[in-house]
T-cell receptor
Framework: GENVEQHPSTLSVQEGDSAVIKCTYS??????FPWYKQELGKRPQLIID?????GEKKDQRIAVTLNKTAKHFSLHITETQPEDSAVYFC?????????FGSGTKLNVKP | DAGITQSPRHKVTETGTPVTLRCHQT?????MYWYRQDPGHGLRLIHY???????DKGEVSDGYSVSRSKTEDFLLTLESATSSQTSVYFC??????????FGQGTRLTVV
């Protein structure tokens, strides 16, 4: 089955700096790669996703890149703000199954 | 928010007792998933369903069973609860090749 690894497990940045979270996956059949944000005590919610036929996608301060050859994808957050503090999860999916990384706790210091 | 509801939201149960968690959706999505969330492990897939009466195992399925007799309901059963099954359980729904929407979660404590 799929194995999704996520790094780092914790990340602390100063407000205004950029944050990068990286994930690798093992199943070459995976074709959909979403990123979720989970605030304390709440459910995970989608912030951005990318499909296997696309190399990069941006949405305001958030961007995701995908390298299918190397089987890795990354989340980039620019101009971080205190409200970006949360746990972020990457995931990989091949039609039916949906596997998540272990999460990155991002702390944005004011 | 997508129409997905988990019940109960909180439960405390004793070791060895059976427990059933319910996930109900009003979106008519084909796929439904059960995950458990534990510190340091992220979200781990327990079981999933790709249609009525069609289910398959995930990465941590031992000790759990599921049933889906209707499109809208996906039940997770712990046949004999153990302390290692203390966790937060999330249900998720998904239409084909789209994002997954999560329920509010169920906090289960086995004492």
């Amino acid at each position: 089955g799929e194995n999704v690894e996520q790094h780092p497990s914790t990340l602390s940045v100063q407000e205004g700096d950029s944050a990068v979270i990286k994930c690798t996956y093992s199943d070459s059949a995976s074709n959909y790669f979403p990123w979720y944000k989970q605030e304390l005590g709440k459910r995970p919610q989608l912030i951005i996703d990318i499909r296997s036929n696309v190399g990069e996608k941006k949405d305001q301060r958030i961007a995701v890149t995908l390298n299918k050859t190397a089987k890795h994808f990354s989340l980039h957050i620019t101009e971080t703000q205190p409200e970006d503090s949360a746990v972020y999860f990457c995931a990989a999916s091949n039609f039916n199954k949906f596997y998540f990384g272990s999460g990155t706790k991002l702390n944005v210091k004011p | 928010d997508a129409g997905i509801t988990q019940s109960p939201r909180h439960k405390v149960t004793e070791t060895g007792t059976p427990v059933t968690l319910r996930c109900h959706q009003t979106e008519n999505h084909r796929y439904m998933y059960w995950y458990r969330q534990d510190p340091g492990h992220g979200l781990r897939l327990i079981h999933y369903s790709y249609g009525v009466k069609d289910t398959d195992k995930g990465e941590v399925s031992d000790g759990y069973s599921v049933s889906r007799s209707k499109t809208e309901d996906f039940l997770l059963t712990l046949e004999s609860a153990t302390s290692s099954q203390t966790s937060v359980y999330f249900c998720a729904i998904r239409d084909r090749e789209s994002e997954a929407f999560f329920g509010q979660g169920t906090r289960l404590t086995v004492v």
